[in-house]
């Protein structure tokens, strides 16, 4: 199932910058984006070409409702490098392209590369109109339709192969089960199916790298561990991870986790070698927190004011350490 597409405040946080999709999300014209899904849905042979950001997710979604065929997506310059660093739509779009139902494509050094034309057998539509009032013409008569498919098919034909930086959805939760455990994989599994397409990025304070951080303290993983799972080629050693990032990329993130009181990183011996890092969830909002609520939670607790070590401040008074019995419940499951 595809994340939700609606406005909602998870994918514009206050205090926060919001991801490149978010931004595109908030600048898109809600009615158009909807008209294209209603348009697209079900036919089997569509051919887009000129796609922005924004409108991947109606794409998806209208393809998730269709079935049979491959459709071929040509998109504009810029939209698949963004899908790489786009944890919740970039997934998707990757598991589209892994199952056959997307081949993607970006259009380059052509005059109408903004262009947005959808195009079949027997219809084709155009995106027409001044920006801010755009709508959707379609054309369904044989005589308009063949040529005008034809030059859309042209179009997609010259435009560049395209890979997404990012696993697909599948490939993700495979690898986290394999690499850590079942748990931890459903965790993360219902965490995606609950955030919008644009509710985590790359930027500001609380990015993708945070959740997961997050989200495998919430089952005492590893740090190494996690590090295996979400590195890639250039993480080296960890060349068998799924590619997010590389694993040292993670460490600012866990200390800011720590910082702020969410977290806990406990040494564990390791042989002969360096102590490991145990991640373990410190706050019960982060613990008890349902997987729709845990970015939320994050964000809540990122937004408190710190003190120049980057400490939640703490009122005068209150006593933020955990009972003894809070974590001997917690050791003994």
């Known amino acids: 199932m595809a994340p939700p597409t609606g406005d909602d405040d998870t994918s514009k946080p206050e205090g926060d910058d919001p991801s490149e999709v978010a931004v595109a999300l908030d600048e898109a014209?809600?009615?158009?984006g909807k008209a294209i899904e209603r348009a697209l849905a079900g036919r089997p042979d569509v051919v887009p070409v000129g796609v922005p950001?924004?409108?991947?997710?109606p794409i998806l979604a209208a393809r998730s409702e269709t079935t049979g065929g491959t459709w071929r997506v040509a998109c504009r310059p810029g939209v698949v490098d963004a899908l790489g660093r786009a944890l919740v739509l970039g997934t998707g779009v990757a598991e589209a392209v892994a199952k056959g139902a997307i081949e993607l494509r970006t259009v380059t050094d052509q005059p109408d590369a903004q262009r947005m034309l959808f195009a079949s057998s027997d219809r084709v539509d155009a995106v027409a109109g001044p920006e801010g009032n755009r709508t959707l013409v379609s054309a369904e008569t044989p005589e308009r339709v063949a040529p005008a498919a034809r030059a859309v098919r042209e179009r997609f034909a010259s435009a560049t192969p395209a890979t997404v930086d990012m696993p697909a959805r599948s490939r993700l939760l495979a690898a986290a089960r394999e690499t850590l455990d079942d748990r931890f994989a459903d965790d993360v599994a219902a965490t995606l199916d609950a955030l919008p397409h644009g509710a985590v990025g790359r930027t500001g304070e609380v990015t993708d790298r945070t959740l997961l951080v997050a989200l495998a303290a919430r089952h005492d993983h590893l740090l190494w561990d996690l590090r295996r799972w979400i590195g890639g080629e250039a993480d080296g050693e960890n060349a068998e991870g799924v590619g997010?990032?590389?694993?040292?990329?993670?460490?600012?993130?866990?200390?800011?986790?720590?910082?702020?009181?969410?977290?806990e990183a406990i040494k564990v011996p390791a042989g002969d070698g360096r102590p490991r890092l145990r991640l373990r969830a410190a706050d019960d909002a982060l613990l008890r927190a349902t997987p729709?609520?845990?970015?939320?939670?994050?964000?809540?607790?990122?937004?408190l004011p710190v003190d120049e070590d980057g400490r939640v401040q703490v009122p005068p008074g209150r006593d933020e350490r955990r009972p003894v019995w809070e974590q001997a419940r917690r050791d003994k499951n």
Do not use: C, H, Y
């Open 53 to 57: 950001l924004a409108l991947l997710p």
């Open 29 to 32: 014209d809600d009615e158009l």
């Open 244 to 263: 997010i990032a590389a694993g040292q990329d993670l460490t600012g993130d866990r200390r800011a986790l720590v910082r702020r009181g969410l977290i």
């Open 292 to 303: 729709d609520e845990v970015l939320s939670v994050l964000r809540g607790r990122f937004a």
